[in-house]
């Protein structure tokens, strides 16, 4: 049987260390390897850094950072790398042979994916491969009293 691999952007985001940890944990569980992947850009407009080498380095302590903080998982091989592009682009090409492509939603809302788009959202429509994303909780929401069934509900 070929071991299977599974991709994950990763982002230096709670959303994409969410996504690392999945990954990981279903690699452990399935004979699994997971690639771990984090695009750059020039000019990112994320940072005030325009210059691609240092850009390209920010971007390998990044995943560095999130690769050393993961809990090691026995017999989990794990390879990691940055590249240039898009991140829509780069995590679809690097999910070419790919079981699983794995993402970390950022939890922003329909007004942010209007203005910005949806990484995940181009990943799942051109993918070769499953994809999944793992949401980021959001606030608590206040839950609701219990309310005891009365005679007139009952009825």
Do not use: K, Y
Request: aromatic content about 2%; charged content about 15%.
């Amino acid at each position: 049987m070929a071991t299977r691999q599974i991709v994950v952007g990763v982002d230096g985001s709670q959303g994409g260390r969410r996504a690392f940890a999945w990954a990981l944990e279903q690699a452990a569980a399935g004979s699994a390897t997971v690639q771990a992947v984090l695009s750059w850009r020039r000019g990112d407009p994320r940072t005030s850094l325009a210059d691609a080498r240092a850009c390209q380095e920010l971007a390998q302590l990044t995943l560095d950072r999130e690769v050393q903080a993961q809990p090691a998982r026995h017999g989990v091989s794990v390879a990691a790398g940055v590249v240039e592009g898009q991140p829509a682009d780069v995590l679809v090409a690097a999910a070419r042979n790919a079981d699983l492509l794995v993402l970390g939603s950022h939890g922003h809302g329909r007004a942010h994916h209007t203005i910005l788009g949806s990484v995940s959202e181009a990943c799942i429509a051109n993918a070769p491969c499953p994809v999944v994303v793992i949401p980021v909780p959001g606030p608590p929401r206040p839950v609701a009293a219990a309310v005891p069934a009365t005679e007139a509900g009952s009825r």
